[in-house]
């Protein structure tokens, strides 16, 4: 009778089964490592865009928190002109001593320009403002001109200037008090009578 030994088949299959079973479980645990690693790097990306898109939110606050106060700025410092100019239209209506010319001044005065300092030097006049752009500065300066009050209107100084976190222009002129024009009598204006009655009968 012939004898066969298949300890070493069964051997060799069982060591076969057992590095087919060892691929597997290394295959799972890098599969796992790989999907764990994906959803890591997913999640560290998604923090890092909420981060930036934080920090780009606090800057545009930041930002608007700055116009809002540039503006509350502008405001009262409109309000401020606006009594100013209160007080010269009242002045214009009692024609109490220069309001007259100070009355075609404020009225010279164009929108988005200020006034912030008036000087007087015999008929010579200097002021000092500032402005949003260029355009309102020569607008002013023709304003002045045409008034009749005024003459020789000259630009002295334009420099950009920062002010309540607007960009805009400040400015100096000068100009001279325009002399009065004789009435149909050939007498000067209000000659003979006390300044504070010019122009009365």
Same mark, same amino acid.
């Given at each position: 009778?012939?004898?066969?030994?298949?300890?070493?088949?069964?051997?060799?299959?069982?060591?076969?089964?057992?590095?087919?079973?060892? %691929?597997?479980?290394?295959?799972?645990v890098v599969g796992v490592l790989v999907v764990a690693?994906?959803?890591?790097?997913?999640?560290?990306?998604k923090i890092a865009t909420a981060k930036q898109q934080?920090?780009?939110?606090?800057?545009?606050?930041?930002?608007?928190? *700055?116009?809002?106060?540039?503006?509350?700025?502008?405001?009262?410092?409109?309000?401020?002109?606006?009594?100013?100019?209160? #007080?010269?239209?009242?002045?214009?209506?009692?024609?109490?001593?220069?309001?007259?010319?100070?009355?075609?001044? *404020?009225?010279?005065?164009?929108?988005?320009?200020?006034?912030?300092?008036?000087?007087?030097?015999?008929?010579?006049?200097?002021?000092?403002?500032?402005?949003?752009?260029?355009?309102?500065?020569?607008?002013?300066?023709?304003?002045?001109?045409?008034?009749?009050?005024? *003459?020789?209107?000259?630009?002295?100084? %334009?420099?950009?200037?920062?002010?309540? =976190? #607007?960009?805009?222009?400040?400015?100096?002129? *000068?100009?001279?008090?325009?002399?009065?024009?004789?009435?149909?009598?050939?007498?000067?204006? =209000?000659?003979?009578?006390?300044? =504070?009655?010019?122009?009365?009968?």
């Amino acid at each position: 009778m012939i004898r066969i030994n298949l300890l070493p088949l069964r051997a060799s299959k069982k060591k076969e089964t057992v590095r087919q079973q060892i %691929s597997i479980l290394v295959l799972s645990v890098v599969g796992v490592l790989v999907v764990a690693g994906a959803l890591y790097f997913l999640t560290v990306t998604k923090i890092a865009t909420a981060k930036q898109q934080i920090d780009s939110d606090e800057n545009e606050l930041k930002a608007l928190k *700055s116009k809002i106060g540039a503006i509350d700025n502008l405001k009262k410092l409109q309000a401020e002109v606006k009594k100013k100019l209160d #007080v010269l239209n009242q002045l214009r209506k009692e024609k109490i001593g220069p309001a007259n010319r100070l009355a075609a001044l *404020s009225d010279a005065v164009p929108e988005k320009l200020w006034l912030t300092r008036y000087t007087e030097n015999g008929p010579n006049v200097t002021v000092s403002g500032m402005a949003f752009s260029e355009d309102l500065i020569a607008q002013f300066m023709r304003n002045l001109q045409n008034s009749g009050a005024f *003459s020789n209107v000259e630009l002295q100084v %334009s420099e950009q200037a920062e002010f309540g =976190g #607007v960009k805009g222009k400040k400015f100096d002129l *000068s100009f001279v008090i325009a002399t009065k024009k004789p009435d149909t009598n050939g007498k000067p204006e =209000g000659a003979g009578k006390p300044e =504070g009655n010019a122009g009365k009968p």
